[in-house]
T-cell receptor, first 113, second 115 residues
Framework: KQEVTQIPAALSVPEGENLVLNCSFT??????LQWFRQDPGKGLTSLLL?????REQTSGRLNASLDKSSGRSTLYIAASQPGDSATYLC????????????FGKGTKLTVNP | DAMVIQNPRYQVTQFGKPVTLSCSQT?????MYWYQQKSSQAPKLLFH???????NEADTPDNFQSRRPNTSFCFLDIRSPGLGDAAMYLC??????????????FGSGTQLSVL
């Protein structure tokens, strides 16, 4: 059974700092991995999707990497801003032919002005 | 423009009183999902529709049912809500299928309270 873990559960940084969020998964047989952002009391917004054959994806100040063999992914946020404050969740899609995404609990990021 | 719309935004129901949450989409996506998310927890998939085909997760309680009358709409019915069913319910869509790399699009969620 796939399990997704995100560490730390919460992170507080000053504005302008570069930071890394971590995601690990127990079964490396994944189809893809997605990073999502969730604002308080809201739904999820997809940020980046990395296919199993890819090593990284970039969008603006965000860069996500994937090391499938070790079961790890990181989300790098450059030059953080207060507007980046949110919970960031990662989710993996298995190779077993299911539509199911398995989510981590997320990392709650606070960027202080 | 909202693409996945959930109504209502907040729903209060009484213990044991049936409740229906609704989701609509303008994306014409094949797959629609219902996730349950409790405070500070990971979203948990309840079930999903691939077109008209219903796929229930093995650990989804019988208390939870779903209907998809057409491509655009999907409903979550909770037949007899218990206190433990209080949660955020998230609807999502994707273009399908299980061997694609399509992103999921989420609605804003319905926060359900059970009194």
């Amino acid at each position: 059974k796939q399990e997704v873990t995100q560490i730390p559960a919460a992170l507080s940084v000053p504005e302008g700092e570069n930071l890394v969020l971590n995601c690990s998964f127990t079964d490396s047989a994944i189809y893809n991995l997605q990073w999502f952002r969730q604002d308080p009391g809201k739904g999820l917004t997809s940020l980046l999707l990395i296919q199993s054959s890819q090593r990284e994806q970039t969008s603006g100040r965000l860069n996500a990497s994937l090391d499938k063999s070790s079961g790890r992914s990181t989300l790098y946020i450059a030059a953080s801003q207060p507007g980046d404050s949110a919970t960031y969740l990662c989710a993996v899609k298995g190779q077993g032919g299911s539509e199911k995404l398995v989510f981590g609990k997320g990392t709650k990021l606070t960027v202080n002005p | 423009d909202a693409m996945v719309i959930q109504n209502p935004r907040y729903q209060v129901t009484q213990f044991g009183k049936p409740v229906t949450l609704s989701c609509s989409q303008t994306l014409n996506h094949n797959v629609m999902y219902w996730y349950q998310q409790k405070s500070s927890q990971a979203p948990k998939l309840l079930f999903h529709y691939y077109d008209k085909d219903f796929n229930n997760e093995a650990d989804t309680p019988d208390n939870f049912q779903s209907r998809r009358p057409n491509t655009s709409f999907c409903f979550l019915d909770i037949r007899s809500p218990g206190l433990g069913d209080a949660a955020m319910y998230l609807c999502a869509t994707s273009r399908a299928g299980h061997t694609t790399n399509e992103k999921l699009f989420f609605g804003s969620g319905t926060q359900l309270s059970v009194l």
